[in-house]
């Protein structure tokens, strides 16, 4: 049985919540996988970007009461553990690390790209490792970067959504085919879960019961309405800026940013319990979890020498549908006193994730469920030798 450690401190109100759900959501998403979606199925890449911030709201008010409920560090990890099972838990921890440390590493391979393409990994590690440094100086101040981070991001977006049309119409639509629109629903849903950060900072939260649900809701209207006219954006043609572009790379920063502060605290969660080295649990004398962060940047950085975008961003979809199921499962658990919506709401929630993961490539699954199998027998193994 692992130590009791302390308690984070509580230093996020409600508009630092919101920053660090848009920052992780106005990243990779909107500036990449939009423009990708949008080439492939044109006008539908609307219908997309509806359906997911729809599917999105679901699981981001079924994760608000959860994290409401239980306001630690960890997510559905957490939740997992408390309502469902230790290894459902132990599954969705697992999951949260490997999609959002690949997701984390494609971002960075994204900014190695715009520095260097011949040299791309190696910024890629460069860069995981500044903002990492950032980081390890404390919450407080890394939201003080993010807040920079994420007006830059929002200008680059809204002169793109006010840019004049150019010649890049899509005037002959992509023929519409049902699973190439509800695979790009799937992405989209992807994009949006970066307000999974604000349920993951729990314990850091000001009054979680009232602010999580709060900044979660504003997070996701906000970031519907730059999605939505970024995608009519591309569809007349609109001309990217030089600020977007510019925009585009300092969002990744913020992404690479919000990612490894998010995981640092699930790895936290899930050394308190045991099932990874205690040594994660550690706290330094500012009260940051500084093993976990460290641990977190190492763990990015070792992915970063993948190379691969693409491959990377779908493993993420994968893994994060399943997680989010899982979310939506522990949400079906919680009594009437800790229910904030109703009960209809995880149903519809769990059923969406589970039907728009069917739509992800089954080599992907593949390699997701091997994974599983390897993290559960690794979990068991540590059990047994503890």
């Not at 730059?226 to 007349?236: E, F, T």
Request: hydrophobic share 60%; with cysteine; glycine share 10%.
């Amino acid at each position: 049985m692992a130590k009791p450690t302390a308690a984070l401190k509580r230093t996020a109100d409600v508009k630092g919540a919101v920053f660090l759900g848009l920052g992780s959501i106005l990243g990779t998403g909107v500036f990449v996988i939009l423009a990708m979606v949008t080439a492939q199925v044109g006008d539908w890449a609307l219908l997309a970007v509806g359906v997911g911030a729809i599917v999105a709201t679901f699981n981001g008010l079924n994760s608000a009461q959860l994290a409401a409920a239980y306001p630690v560090s960890g997510g559905a990890y957490e939740y997992g553990y408390r309502l469902l099972h230790p290894y459902a838990g132990f599954t969705a921890g697992l999951l949260f690390l490997l999609a959002k440390s690949a997701s984390a590493a494609t971002a960075a391979l994204a900014i190695g790209t715009f520095f260097r393409p011949e040299f791309h990994v190696a910024f890629a590690v460069i860069a995981v490792l500044v903002v990492t440094a950032v980081i390890v100086f404390g919450l407080r101040r890394s939201n003080q970067v993010n807040a920079g981070i994420l007006t830059i991001t929002i200008a680059g977006l809204l002169s793109l959504i006010f840019a004049p049309a150019g010649d890049l119409v899509i005037e002959d639509q992509p023929p519409f085919e049902l699973a190439n629109v509800l695979q790009a629903c799937a992405l989209i849903f992807v994009a949006y879960t970066g307000y999974g950060r604000i349920a993951t900072m729990g314990e850091e939260i000001i009054e979680p019961r009232k602010n999580i649900p709060k900044a979660m809701i504003i997070t996701l209207l906000v970031s519907a309405a730059l999605y939505a006219g970024v995608a009519l954006a591309w569809l007349r043609g609109a001309v990217p800026t030089q600020l977007f572009e510019v925009a585009g790379y300092v969002a990744l920063i913020g992404v690479l940013l919000n990612l490894i502060l998010g995981l640092s605290r699930v790895l936290l969660a899930m050394a308190r319990r045991g099932d990874v080295a205690h040594f994660f649990s550690k706290l330094d004398k500012n009260g940051e979890p500084l093993a976990a962060i460290l641990g977190i940047g190492g763990l990015v950085a070792l992915l970063c020498l993948l190379g691969d975008i693409k491959l990377a961003w779908s493993f993420s979809a994968c893994t994060v549908l399943i997680y989010y199921a899982i979310m939506n499962a522990a949400a079906l658990k919680l009594t009437p006193e800790q229910r904030m919506y109703p009960k209809w709401l995880a149903w519809v929630g769990l059923a969406s994730c589970l039907f728009l993961a069917f739509w992800v490539p089954m080599f992907i699954w593949g390699v997701t469920l091997v994974c599983i199998g390897a993290g559960m027998i690794l979990r068991w193994t540590i059990t047994k030798l503890s």
